[in-house]
């Protein structure tokens, strides 16, 4: 079992930066593949960015190419989203996920409690 805990949002203007933090804790969260997605309202969730275990391979949506920089510190058992260039249309609650089964980078089994994230205009 992992636990995630996001922090980081907040309300920024557009063309601003933010940086979300996930901490996970367990005996094991440093082996966990972990993720970022988010849910707009009235809209389904959606998967933002991967990264590995070992962090030497990550993943992003096509919307997150080029803006967003997805991290992890194994030591401190941490993943970041470092988001820049925001835009309205990034508005959403951020949630961090956590596997460790060798499944697609999109699946995976605990969540955090998600974390607001408003761009204005």
């Known amino acids: 079992q992992v636990q995630l805990v996001e922090s980081g949002g907040g309300l920024v203007q557009a063309g601003g930066s933010l940086r979300l933090s996930c901490a996970a804790s367990?005996?094991?969260?440093?082996?966990?593949?972990l993720a970022w997605f988010r849910q707009a309202p009235g809209k389904e969730r959606e998967f933002v960015a991967a990264i590995s275990w070992s962090g030497g391979t990550t993943y992003y949506a096509d919307s997150a190419k080029g803006r967003f920089t997805i991290s992890r510190d194994n030591a401190k058992s941490t993943v970041y989203l470092q988001m820049n260039s925001l835009k309205p249309e990034d508005t959403a609650v951020y949630y961090c996920?956590?596997?460790?089964?060798?499944?697609?980078?999109?699946?995976?089994?605990?969540w955090g409690q998600g974390t607001q994230v408003t761009v204005s205009a």
């Open positions: 367990g005996r094991t969260a440093s082996s966990y593949r």
């Open positions: 996920a956590a596997d460790d089964r060798r499944l697609s980078y999109t699946t995976y089994s605990y």
